[in-house]
């Protein structure tokens, strides 16, 4: 148990469907992440929101929407995806002090996609 | 184009026996991180290194950071089955973190 927690755990939606995908963090940290983990491909940085601002968006598809209402949550919403989005989604979490992003990131168990 | 190389892919060895793994890369990072993954749960760090030549020791992994930040290695003396996993490793530029591929390790009893 890392004090992330991700919901659901697997998702299988059609190229129609619109969905969200929801982080919830119980560590008191100010940064959050999603990223996205492909068989065969690295991690992929998706978005990073510091102090509920997003700060980096790493050519991210529009079909991907993030949203961060507060420091302990944060949602992936996704509508007319493509099989090849079919993945494992993982949320983390880290400190962020003074402005700098601390290397220790916590992660979620992460949400099995699969897109029909 | 894959700024973290970590070889080797996959590696299967008996209980007892020493290992080490690599990451590479032609880029510098302030920090690298080790994480492990395990089947249906999200990666668990291990150590994080931030100055170049650094050591870290973990019970029976080692860990070193290149003296340039470019590299770093994990070694596992006398592997259990219980350390068999996803090793992933992390170089942080700025606000990303760019992970190496993995070692996928097997130990078997």
């Known amino acids: 148990e890392t004090g992330v927690t991700q919901t659901p755990r697997h998702l299988v939606m059609g190229m129609t469907n619109k969905k969200s995908l929801k982080c919830e963090q119980h560590?008191?940290?100010?940064?959050m992440y999603w990223y996205k983990q492909s068989a065969k491909k690295p991690l992929e940085l998706m978005f990073v929101y510091s102090l509920e601002e997003r700060v980096e968006n790493n050519s991210v598809p529009s079909r991907f929407s993030p949203e961060c209402p507060n420091s302990s949550h944060l949602f992936l919403h996704l509508h007319t995806l493509q099989p090849e989005d079919s993945a494992l989604y993982l949320c983390?979490?880290?400190?962020?002090?003074?402005?700098?992003?601390?290397?220790?990131?916590?992660f979620g168990p992460g949400t099995r996609l699969l897109v029909l | 184009t894959q700024l973290l190389e970590q070889s080797p892919q996959f590696l299967s060895i008996q209980e007892g026996e020493n290992l080490t793994v690599y990451c590479n890369s032609s880029?510098?990072?302030?920090?690298l991180q080790w994480y492990r993954q395990e089947p249906g749960e999200g990666p668990v760090l291990l150590v994080t290194?931030?100055?170049?030549?650094e050591v870290k020791k973990l019970k029976r992994l080692t860990f070193q950071f290149g003296d340039a930040r470019k590299d770093s290695s994990l070694h596992i003396t006398a592997a259990q089955p219980g350390d068999t996993g996803l090793y992933l490793c992390a170089g942080r530029q700025g606000f990303s973190f760019i992970f190496g591929k993995g070692t996928r390790l097997l130990v078997k009893p």
């Open positions: 560590l008191g940290h100010n940064a």
């Open positions: 290194v931030v100055t170049g030549g």
């Open positions: 983390a979490s880290s400190q962020d002090t003074s402005g700098r992003v601390v290397e220790t990131q916590y």
């Open positions: 880029s510098v990072f302030s920090s």
